[in-house]
């Protein structure tokens, strides 16, 4: 530290002393007030990811699932159905198979994520806003059974929706087998369905294959097991309460879990993300805020005179410390306060104009989402106090020290 001291006797030898002091003083507060629009922006920023990636899980994931705690798959009684629909804040339950299957169009083939779903499925009318072309429906009255599948699948097999003599067939290895010789011509299951309608979320849903569940069990050999139970809330309903219901209703047995326990692992990611940042910006405004030390410790050298006329008047250290602490509170939350502004402001107009496009023409929205949190607003006031009393404390300290000094002698 002795050396900033001794830049700072330099200065105030000379005439300009007071206006250096005032340009550290800007400085500072320029450095905070950057700093605290950024944080507050980029916070918000992550608060729209995520809630733009709970809108996604929205369109495709159940409100609630029930899995088996132990292997894939369970039976699924009319007691089990009846526990669940019976519970309070339950509207639709969906009976669910799910796994990987061979899909073949024409000459082309791939692997797809298969979904069979029961007439609920079409009830929930989740994938109304992601259907980019067709209809969703699995069946019609007179028997003609339907898939909806995803844009990738429709890409990588070039499947044509007009196309009403080329069904899609899927295939998949017959379990009844002690030996499994895939060359042989009975190895395989197969059924065929008519593609009916076409989905668009994103990436991770871009192998869905969804078809009636009759097809799929049939294909499968599952009779009257299920891989899954999805619900469907009525409006109003907390999911957090259902879910303690029904964990009460079906027993140990399942594993029941809300759609943001499906998606942990991103919604966590985000999270860690967000407060890795905070903690980076957190150090820029620190950084910023040295100046405050700066400009503190070079007026507590110039005032070392007015301080010990003070202590002459009866005033006391901590008045002294005070007083300085309060001129650091000055500068930093003059710029906390213009940032914060800045930051809202600035917000507000990504959220009303989108100012920032995402730039790329296959992104789900056209410019970066972003959600102001009143927590994130005010966890950025709390860090720029903090940081306050840190960088001001040791100055104020001195300053009261000197002025002490200066008096006694």
């Known amino acids: 530290m002795n050396l900033p001291f001794r830049i700072a006797r330099r200065y105030f030898l000379s005439r300009n002393k007071r206006s250096f002091i005032s340009i550290i003083a800007l400085i500072a507060m320029v450095g905070v007030g950057v700093g605290t629009m950024s944080m507050v922006v980029v916070l918000s920023v992550f608060n729209g990811m995520e809630d733009l990636n709970r809108q996604i899980f929205?369109?495709?994931?159940?409100?609630?699932?029930?899995?088996?705690?132990?292997?894939?798959?369970?039976?699924?009684?009319?007691?089990?159905?009846?526990?669940?629909?019976?519970?309070?804040?339950?509207?639709?339950?969906?009976?669910?198979?799910?796994?990987?299957?061979?899909?073949?169009?024409?000459?082309?083939?791939?692997?797809?994520?298969?979904?069979?779903?029961?007439?609920?499925?079409?009830?929930?009318?989740?994938?109304?806003?992601?259907?980019?072309?067709?209809?969703?429906?699995?069946?019609?009255?007179?028997?003609?059974?339907?898939?909806?599948?995803?844009?990738?699948?429709?890409?990588?097999?070039?499947?044509?929706?007009?196309?009403?003599?080329?069904?899609?067939?899927?295939?998949?290895?017959?379990?009844?087998?002690?030996?499994?010789?895939?060359?042989?011509?009975?190895?395989?299951?197969?059924?065929?369905?008519?593609?009916?309608?076409?989905?668009?979320?994103?990436?991770?849903?871009?192998?869905?294959?969804?078809?009636?569940?009759?097809?799929?069990?049939?294909?499968?050999q599952y009779d009257n097991e299920r891989t899954s139970l999805e619900i469907q809330l009525k409006p109003g309903a907390t999911p957090g309460s259902v879910l303690q219901r029904l964990k009460k209703a079906i027993g140990p047995d399942f594993l029941v879990q809300d759609r943001d326990s499906l998606n942990a692992d991103l919604l966590r990611a985000i999270r860690v993300e967000k407060l890795f940042v905070t903690i980076t910006l957190s150090m820029i405004i620190l950084v910023a805020a040295i100046n405050i030390f700066f400009s503190l410790s070079m007026l507590a050298i110039e005032k070392k005179s007015d301080v010990a006329m003070l202590y002459a008047m009866g005033a006391t250290p901590g008045l002294v410390r005070r007083i300085f602490l309060a001129e650091g509170a000055i500068v930093a939350l003059t710029g906390a306060v213009v940032g914060l502004l800045g930051g809202i402001g600035l917000c507000w107009l990504q959220q009303q104009y989108g100012l920032v496009s995402m730039g790329m023409v296959s992104s789900l929205v056209d410019a970066y989402p972003v959600k102001l949190d009143l927590g994130d607003v005010l966890l950025t006031g709390l860090i720029i106090i903090l940081i306050t009393i840190t960088v001001s404390y040791i100055p104020a300290r001195r300053a009261a020290k000197s002025g002490q000094f200066v008096r006694v002698g």
């Open 58 to 220: 929205k369109t495709f994931d159940a409100d609630i699932k029930i899995t088996p705690v132990e292997g894939r798959r369970f039976a699924v009684s009319d007691s089990l159905l009846k526990a669940v629909q019976t519970t309070n804040g339950v509207s639709l339950v969906t009976q669910v198979i799910e796994d990987n299957a061979l899909a073949r169009y024409n000459d082309l083939q791939t692997i797809v994520r298969l979904k069979g779903v029961d007439s609920t499925f079409e009830q929930r009318g989740q994938l109304d806003t992601a259907l980019i072309e067709g209809s969703l429906r699995l069946r019609t009255p007179n028997g003609t059974q339907y898939a909806v599948i995803s844009e990738g699948v429709r890409n990588s097999l070039l499947i044509s929706l007009e196309d009403y003599l080329t069904p899609l067939e899927l295939w998949y290895p017959r379990n009844d087998r002690r030996t499994l010789n895939l060359t042989a011509p009975d190895a395989f299951n197969q059924v065929s369905v008519r593609p009916g309608g076409t989905f668009f979320i994103e990436s991770r849903y871009d192998d869905y294959v969804i078809a009636p569940l009759s097809v799929v069990a049939s294909l499968l």
